[in-house]
């Protein structure tokens, strides 16, 4: 039995949907901890491609159960869509295979519409460049003490009573501070309600149930999404999401206990990419041969919206600050292939703020946005990676330059990934079978 956590170690979009697919594998229980569908990943399973947003991936496994826990917030319509998506499919999902948390949070519509108001009248240097999903004003509801829960649209005169508080003052926050169309109690209402009896089969108790699986011997994977760099306490604030990413937050998301937790398995992209505004030590602009190399051939494009991310070189200050925050006890390092054919490759050991050196990402902004990357130089290999099937197969370069990220972090890669396919991956150490 083993309850094992994976995170994003750098600003999202590490491939955490392939690992934990993978790592789904093991696992009996499937939870997601915090975040909305401001995530996004697509697998292809059996030539067909899927799309998650909200439910766990471990849905397309016939005996897996998928949790939301409470520290994820939900847009029942984009949920019950991808229900419905996956439905098409053939895949009926029932309410033996999915769980959601009673004390979840529900993205309104009024949310969505703040957040794009909201980024739409700041000006340029000041955006988020949000996903627009409506995460932000959602969680600032929640902290608020304000928030609708999935509980309380399980109750429909609670529901009505909340809502009803809220809607005056987002319509008029939508109107007079935004000039944005405001919304309608009524269409919420009607359609609120048939969220409500679609969903009511899947809603429970998430801590209970986890505590029982725990206690019952079941292997559980809590999956993280985003990245520990747009954590809302640790990350490069404010161009974070609203969420704690880190592993603690596992415990928080799903009502489990810390000293249940075995393994923290931090994804670490073999580059570093970023998606949205915000400090980005090892970029190389748009335009520079190695960026656009990396955002090319990595296929670097959001899943969510389809942005082009921004692309760089590895920083070992960043994974550094990842392995403090979330006790990585392993690394899964992806789209090692990506850096095949490079004749020299760079990681960045630490920063230069100004004159001073630093080892971490300094919590000032404006020092964060000041920050020059130090640099060493590795060699590269021109083999592709895509047929390697074993770590021993990898070129010698290639294993040199894990080796070097293993020294700077002190965290050995527990798996590495070569490619997008199940097949493209060297399990080095499985962490579900215990040390
Ligand atoms: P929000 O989560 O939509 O509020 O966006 C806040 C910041 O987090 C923006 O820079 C987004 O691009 C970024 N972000 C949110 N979700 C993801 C994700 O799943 N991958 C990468 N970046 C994300």
Known sequence: M??????GTQWGDEGKGKIVDLLTR??????RFQGGNNAGHTLVVDGKQYIFHIIPSGILYEDKTCVIGNGV????????????????????????????????HLIMPYHQRLD????????????????????????????????????????????????????????????KQFNAEPV???????????????????????????????????NILFEGAQGTQLDIDHGTYPFVTSS????????????????????????????????????????????????DTLQQKGHEYGAT??????????????????????????????????????KKIKLATQYDVEGTPYEYMPENIRLARAAKPVYEEVDGWSDELTDVRSYDDLPQEAKSYLKRVEDLTGIAPAIVSVGPGREQTLMLRNPFEKK
């Open 26 to 31: 093991y696992a009996d229980f499937v939870v």
């Open 116 to 175: 794009v108001a909201r980024e739409n009248a700041l000006s340029k240097d000041k955006k988020i460049g949000t996903t627009g999903r409506g995460i932000g004003p959602c969680y600032v509801d929640k902290v608020g003490r304000v928030g609708v829960k999935v509980g309380d649209l399980m109750d429909p005169s609670l529901f009505k009573e909340k809502l009803e508080a809220a809607i005056d003052e987002k319509n008029f926050v939508l109107k």
């Open 184 to 218: 309608d109690l009524a269409a919420i209402t009607d359609e609120f309600t048939r969220y409500a009896e679609q969903l009511a089969p899947f809603v429970g108790n998430v801590s209970v149930t986890l505590d029982k699986a725990r206690k019952a011997g079941q």
């Open 2 to 7: 083993a309850s094992v956590v994976v995170v």
């Open 305 to 342: 919206t389809g942005r082009r991310r921004r692309c760089g070189w590895f920083d070992g200050v960043v994974a550094n600050d990842a392995v403090r925050l979330n006790g990585l006890t392993g690394f899964a390092v992806t789209k090692l292939d990506v850096l095949s054919g490079m």
């Open 73 to 104: 917030i939900i847009d029942p319509g984009v949920l019950l869509k991808e229900m419905a998506s996956l439905a098409e499919k053939g895949l009926t999902v029932t309410p033996g295979k999915m769980l959601i948390s009673s004390n979840a």
């Open 244 to 291: 704690n990413t880190i592993a603690g937050n596992a415990c928080i998301g799903s009502g489990f206990g810390p000293s249940h937790i075995d393994e923290v398995i931090g994804i670490l992209k073999a580059y570093t990419t970023r998606v949205g505004e915000g400090p980005f030590p090892t970029e190389l602009p748009e335009g520079d041969a190695i960026g």
